[in-house]
């Protein structure tokens, strides 16, 4: 079974340090990789996605992930936080045709003033 | 604009009592999901849905039931609610594989319910 591993569960920052948030996934067959955010109180949004071709994808906001097949990685970064990025933050693994998207614990990340 | 929708934000229920939670999507999405969410436990799939009249268990399917006899609406039943499913409740589609691989999900905002 899929499983993934986000190796911090929380993070606190100070406003405008850069970040990284991990994320592991167990099997390095065709899968497409997701990360959500959750802000307080609120549903999951979609914040970027792997689907094939270039391993580094972007979001609107600044986030960046990198594929790294080899390391079965997909770890979220920015390179200076805003007080409105704190959040939680969800890795996400699909395999293929299988309808299960399978979630990591998530990452609570703390930007401090 | 994509849109989920969950009938309530909170409820609260007492152990024992029949539970319905609703969920309406209107991007005519053949799949449906519903998630509980717990602190540290991340996203656990309870049962999900891709066609109407269709379901397939997921990881924690024990005390729940879901139907959808609509495109658009599924919903999750707790028989007897108990204490332990107090929980965030989230529900979840996706447009089918057929025209695009690896779409996403698309969230709702969630169902707090309290079991008492």
């Known amino acids: 079974a899929q499983s993934v591993t986000q190796l911090d569960s929380q993070v606190p920052v100070f406003e405008e340090a850069p970040v990284e948030l991990r994320c592991n996934y167990s099997?390095?067959?065709?899968?497409?990789l997701f990360w959500y955010v959750q802000y307080p109180n609120q549903g999951l949004q979609l914040l970027l996605k792997?689907?094939?071709?270039?391993?580094l994808v972007e979001s609107i906001n600044g986030f960046e992930a990198e594929f790294n097949k080899s390391q079965t990685s997909f770890h979220l970064r920015k390179p200076s936080v805003h007080i409105s990025d704190t959040a939680e933050y969800f890795c996400?693994?699909?395999?293929?045709?299988?309808?299960?998207?399978?979630f990591g614990k998530g990452t609570l990340l703390t930007v401090n003033p | 604009d994509v849109k989920v929708t969950q009938s309530s934000r909170y409820l609260v229920k007492r152990t024992g009592e029949k539970v319905f939670l609703e969920c309406v999507q209107d991007?005519?999405?053949?799949?449906m999901f519903w998630y509980r969410q717990d602190p540290g436990l991340g996203l656990r799939l309870i049962y999900f849905?891709?066609?109407?009249?269709?379901?397939e268990k997921g990881d924690i399917p024990e005390g729940y039931s879901v139907s959808r006899e609509k495109k658009e609406r599924f919903s999750l039943i707790l028989e007897s609610a108990s204490t332990n499913q107090t929980s965030m409740y989230l529900c979840?589609?996706?447009?089918?594989?057929?025209?695009?691989?690896?779409?996403?999900?698309?969230f709702g905002p969630g169902t707090r319910l309290t079991v008492t």
């Open positions: 979840a589609s996706r447009a089918s594989d057929r025209v695009k691989r690896g779409r996403e999900q698309y």
């Open positions: 099997s390095s067959v065709s899968v497409y």
């Open positions: 792997y689907l094939s071709g270039s391993t």
């Open positions: 996400a693994v699909r395999r293929g045709s299988n309808y299960k998207l399978t």
């Open positions: 991007m005519d999405h053949e799949n």
């Open positions: 849905s891709y066609d109407v009249k269709m379901k």
